[in-house]
Structures are given as structure tokens and as C-alpha cells.
């Protein structure tokens, strides 16, 4: 029975990774395209795209997976069928606002007399980016986007919320397949966080070590 058990899970926690990597997939790029329009000088689209991350970041992520399943309803059209599609949008959107604030701190933080010397040396403002300024970013965002990533393998869990048959919903209906107290599989579901969410800690602290980042 044993075994059984963690068959299932394993099979739910693949679609946890699933959720994961797309999640980073698309939510690190577009966060970053995120950051640029809220520290555009063009003060509408500026200021609509500090409330739409005010929005997200102030709302349950849960309610988020649950208007992007039913929200089309609202609107005359019928909700969407594909529960894992719907749980993919709610935490690009999510991930991506969270990730835009980690990327504007750290493109902030950089002094703009490095911009200034780009552009002396003839570089433009994309090349002094990519080439000068995007890599010190790199090293101090590193540790707090490290933080957002781990969240962000609990946090598929969630999809639980719309009957996604991740790693926690099967560990619910492993209680009735199997006759076990619910606590037993649950815990069971907890080890392949854990050993995923320590297998992330070390890459990352190899990524720090390796950029200097504590040398800094």
C-alpha cells in the first residue's frame, strides 16, 4: 500500500512541476517586461500598471484561480474547461507582478552614473543594459527572487483550489482509495516538497557563491 501511495503522488507532483516550470517560464520574462511599464516616465501607463500589481499582489491567489476559471461566466461566456490552463494564467499573472517589483528594486538600486558612463563610451540605453547593467541585477535580486521561487513551489498546492489533480488533491483521494487517514498520505506529499524545495535551496546557493554575491 505503501508504494501505491507514493506512486500516486508522484504522478500528482509531476503535475505540480508542470505548474512550476511553466510558471517560471513565462512569469520571469514577463515580469520584467512588467517592471519597464511601471517605471515608464509615461505616467498613465505607469500608474495603471502600479495598480494592476497593487491588485494582484493584494488579493488571495486562491480568489485569482477562481475568477480566471469562472471570471469568462461574467462576461456571457462559459467558463474555461481546462482547469490546469486556467490555474497556468492565474500564477503567470500572479508571479509575474511579484517578480516585476524583485526586477524594478534591483534595476533601481543600480546608481544611474553607470547609465551616464555608457552612454559617454557611445553605448545606448539597451546596451548599457544588457551589457553593463542587467548582470549587477542579476546578483541582487538573486536571493530575493530565490525566496519567490520556493514560494512558488508551495504555492502549487493551490490548484488544489479548481480540481487540479496536483500532488495534495491526489493525496485527498488516496484517504478514500486506500482507507488511510488523511494525514498519512498528506505527509507523505510533504517529502516531495521538501526534497524538491532543498534541491532548488542548493542550486541557489551555488548560483550566489558563484556570482560573488556576498562579496558584493
Same mark, same amino acid.
Given at each position: +500500500?505503501?508504494?501505491n501511495i507514493i @506512486?500516486?503522488l508522484?504522478? @500528482?507532483f509531476?503535475?505540480?512541476l508542470a505548474?512550476f #516550470?511553466?510558471?517560471?517560464?513565462?512569469?520571469l520574462p $514577463?515580469?520584467?517586461?512588467? !517592471?519597464?511599464? *511601471?517605471m515608464t516616465k509615461?505616467? /498613465?501607463?505607469?500608474y495603471?500598471?502600479?495598480g494592476?500589481?497593487w491588485v494582484?499582489?493584494g488579493t /488571495?491567489? +486562491?480568489?485569482?484561480l477562481?475568477?480566471v476559471?469562472?471570471?469568462?461566466?461574467?462576461?456571457g $461566456?462559459? /467558463?474555461m474547461?481546462?482547469?490546469?490552463l486556467a =490555474?497556468?494564467?492565474?500564477?503567470?499573472? %500572479?508571479?509575474?507582478?511579484?517578480?516585476s517589483?524583485?526586477y524594478r528594486g534591483?534595476?533601481? *538600486?543600480?546608481p544611474?552614473g553607470q547609465?551616464?558612463a555608457?552612454q559617454v563610451l557611445? +553605448?545606448s540605453k539597451t546596451?548599457v543594459?544588457?551589457h553593463?547593467?542587467?548582470?549587477?541585477?542579476?546578483r541582487r535580486?538573486l536571493? /530575493?527572487m !530565490? %525566496?519567490e521561487?520556493?514560494?512558488?513551489v508551495?504555492?502549487t !498546492?493551490?490548484?488544489n483550489?479548481? =480540481?487540479? =489533480?496536483?500532488?495534495?488533491?491526489v493525496a485527498? %483521494?488516496t484517504?478514500?482509495t486506500?482507507?488511510?487517514n488523511i494525514?498519512?498520505?498528506?505527509l507523505? @506529499?510533504s517529502i516531495?516538497f521538501?526534497?524538491?524545495? @532543498?534541491i532548488l *535551496?542548493?542550486?541557489? %546557493?551555488y548560483?550566489?557563491k558563484?556570482? #560573488?554575491?556576498?562579496? =558584493?
Amino acid at each position: +500500500m505503501f508504494l501505491n501511495i507514493i @506512486g500516486d503522488l508522484a504522478v @500528482g507532483f509531476l503535475t505540480n512541476l508542470a505548474l512550476f #516550470g511553466l510558471t517560471l517560464l513565462m512569469a520571469l520574462p $514577463l515580469g520584467l517586461v512588467i !517592471s519597464f511599464f *511601471s517605471m515608464t516616465k509615461f505616467k /498613465p501607463i505607469r500608474y495603471l500598471t502600479r495598480g494592476f500589481i497593487w491588485v494582484i499582489r493584494g488579493t /488571495p491567489l +486562491m480568489l485569482q484561480l477562481i475568477v480566471v476559471l469562472y471570471g469568462p461566466g461574467l462576461l456571457g $461566456l462559459p /467558463p474555461m474547461r481546462e482547469k490546469f490552463l486556467a =490555474a497556468v494564467i492565474a500564477f503567470v499573472i %500572479n508571479y509575474a507582478c511579484y517578480f516585476s517589483e524583485i526586477y524594478r528594486g534591483g534595476i533601481e *538600486s543600480i546608481p544611474v552614473g553607470q547609465y551616464e558612463a555608457g552612454q559617454v563610451l557611445g +553605448m545606448s540605453k539597451t546596451q548599457v543594459f544588457f551589457h553593463v547593467v542587467l548582470f549587477q541585477v542579476v546578483r541582487r535580486i538573486l536571493a /530575493p527572487m !530565490s %525566496n519567490e521561487v520556493i514560494t512558488l513551489v508551495k504555492d502549487t !498546492s493551490l490548484a488544489n483550489t479548481i =480540481a487540479v =489533480a496536483e500532488i495534495i488533491r491526489v493525496a485527498k %483521494n488516496t484517504t478514500g482509495t486506500y482507507a488511510v487517514n488523511i494525514l498519512i498520505p498528506l505527509l507523505y @506529499g510533504s517529502i516531495f516538497f521538501l526534497l524538491f524545495i @532543498g534541491i532548488l *535551496s542548493v542550486l541557489f %546557493n551555488y548560483l550566489e557563491k558563484k556570482m #560573488g554575491y556576498y562579496k =558584493a
